[in-house]
């Protein structure tokens, strides 16, 4: 399956936080988009891996993304490896994304700086036509993404680019509201946690807000590139005045 654009998190819950609206904004341009999650969050205070997986596929389902799988790599305890980096490689062989978008370089859950390397390096290893990897029994081809972009989470980093969301912000909170166990819950029997008080999404609320407010429309994610990025013309840019 061919994807124009591919996020690849450590957990599911990542994307939906982070990049959900790019994903919704690109495919509203017709471009297909897809999510790996690496591991099951089986290490989540709340919520178990069965509600994650039912989570992550409504959650899928408003998306409207083209595909969504898990590589089941252990929470919490996985490192950039070789073994590791074959399973990623494997998902972007097939998949051929030309955009990866990945987890937040640094950030307050350490998972996320490991997987962040991990799939940049993996996305480099795909490059390489001797590195042979198959899936379904068939041997797959050499493939590398043009681009692997890093969303911004918990902790602040300046972006080196905005994607205006604002037509797809409503969808976007229906999906982080769909991991139901984690996200604004109500008083129940497990643990309140960092990121289950409505304080929590109200700061993602107005994370957006912010970038949004940089470039003059009422919400946008932030992203962060290793490489230079080029325009062909200046249409390109958002032509609100800040």
């Avoid at 124009?4 to 957990?11: G, K, V």
């Avoid at 494997?90 to 978008?101: G, H, M, S």
């Avoid at 797809?168 to 984690?182: N, S």
């Avoid at 407010?213 to 590139?225: C, D, L, N, Q, R």
């Amino acid at each position: 399956m061919k994807l124009d654009i591919l996020a690849i998190a450590a957990h599911p819950d990542d994307v939906e936080l982070s990049c959900a609206g790019t994903l919704m904004m690109e495919k509203l341009q017709g471009k297909k988009t897809g999510i790996v999650d690496l591991t099951q969050g089986e290490l989540g205070t709340r919520g178990n891996v069965e509600t994650r997986f039912a989570e992550a596929a409504a959650a899928a389902k408003i998306m409207d993304i083209d595909a969504r799988e898990n590589l089941g790599i252990p929470d919490g305890f996985f490192e950039n490896t070789r073994e590791y980096q074959l399973k990623v490689v494997e998902a972007i062989r097939y998949y051929q994304p030309t955009i990866i978008l990945t987890n937040a370089p640094s950030d307050r859950h350490p998972d996320h700086g490991r997987a962040a390397q991990l799939v940049r390096d993996a996305a480099w290893l795909s490059g390489l036509r001797k590195i042979e990897t198959s899936r379904n029994g068939v041997q797959q081809a050499a493939w590398r993404p043009t681009y692997v972009f890093n969303f911004i989470q918990d902790r602040y980093l300046e972006p080196d680019f905005v994607m205006d969301i604002s037509a797809v912000f409503e969808r976007k909170l229906a999906a982080i509201r769909a991991y139901a166990t984690q996200f604004d819950t109500v008083p129940d029997d497990e643990p309140q946690t960092y990121i289950s008080s409505p304080a929590f999404l109200q700061s993602i609320i107005d994370r957006c807000r912010m970038y949004g407010k940089t470039v003059g429309v009422p919400y946008a994610e932030g992203f962060i590139s290793d490489k230079t990025l080029g325009i062909q013309n200046f249409n390109s840019f958002i032509q609100n005045v800040t």
